[in-house]
């Protein structure tokens, strides 16, 4: 997979050089250039900014630098976070691992001119994401979220593909809990069941206590399970 990142901060982007996305760019399975934006500027300040038409608070991103370097990078599919973007999902992580070009527009300030978005609409698909109702400084951290979730979408970067399998928002539950050994620390021990080696008994444990959790916790995801699942929950842990 190729991705382009243009940015007025390509610092922020360090930590891509790190972990299982770094060990993904040293194998090839991900090929990532961070860009500066600045790059595209003209005047002597390389101006990124300027205020908003209408007038209102901060400044706005100006649309010419973004115009030359969607040209120069693209096409692909541009994905744009932003505060009034869909909230973005797992199903979204799964659907641009899926691609082989990805741009990522990171905007400060009060956000991108939005003919950028609507010029390059008429060259490639844009997908503008949000990744939760809270305000972010920019876009850069969202960036690195989502390279997170799809990254570890692409074949032959998670070791254990099983990991894949049993996540929860993928599942549309939550996970169980996780215990590893010491079997006892600080008096507290690890629910006998999970030592017990009985698979079957295993499974329908976890699958107990994932629905408890998320009837706890995100009732909101429970709407695809019967209520009488719940009955059948073992409540014993
Ligand atoms: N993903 C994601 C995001 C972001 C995000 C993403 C990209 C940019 C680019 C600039 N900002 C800063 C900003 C902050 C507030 C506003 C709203 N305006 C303020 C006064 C009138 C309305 C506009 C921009 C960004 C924030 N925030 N939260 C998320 N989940």
Redesign the pocket.
């Known amino acids: 997979m190729r991705v382009d990142v243009i940015t007025i901060f390509p610092d922020y982007f360090g930590p891509l050089s790190l972990s299982l996305i770094g060990k993904a760019r040293g194998t090839g399975l991900l090929d990532l250039e961070v860009h500066d934006l600045r790059t595209w500027t003209s005047d002597v300040h390389r101006t990124v900014d300027d205020t908003p038409y209408g007038g ?3 400044m706005v ?1 100006r649309p010419e630098p973004w115009g030359q370097a969607l040209a120069a990078v693209g096409p692909g599919t541009l994905v ?6 869909k909230p ?1 999902t797992q199903a979204d992580a799964a659907a641009l691992a899926s691609l082989d070009h990805l741009i990522f527009a ?7 001119d939005q003919r950028v978005i609507d010029d390059a609409a008429t060259r490639m698909p844009v997908l503008e ?11 850069e ?2 960036v690195i979220v ?1 390279m997170e979730a799809v990254t570890r979408l692409l074949p032959g970067v998670l070791g254990n593909a099983d990991s894949l399998t049993e996540e929860s928002h993928a599942a549309g539950l939550l996970e169980a809990p996780v215990y590893t050994k010491p079997a006892s620390w600080r008096e507290l021990d690890v629910p006998d069941v999970l030592r017990s080696g009985d698979h079957g008994r295993i499974a329908r444990w976890r699958r107990d206590q994932a629905l408890l959790r998320t009837a706890s916790r995100r009732p909101d995801m429970m709407a695809g399970y019967p209520p009488s699942s719940l009955d059948k929950a073992d409540r014993k842990t």
């Open positions: 209102g608070p901060g991103m744009v976070p932003s505060p009034v973007g973005f990171c905007g400060r300030y009060e956000g991108i994401v949000s990744l939760g109702d809270y305000v972010l400084f920019g876009g951290v969202a989502i």
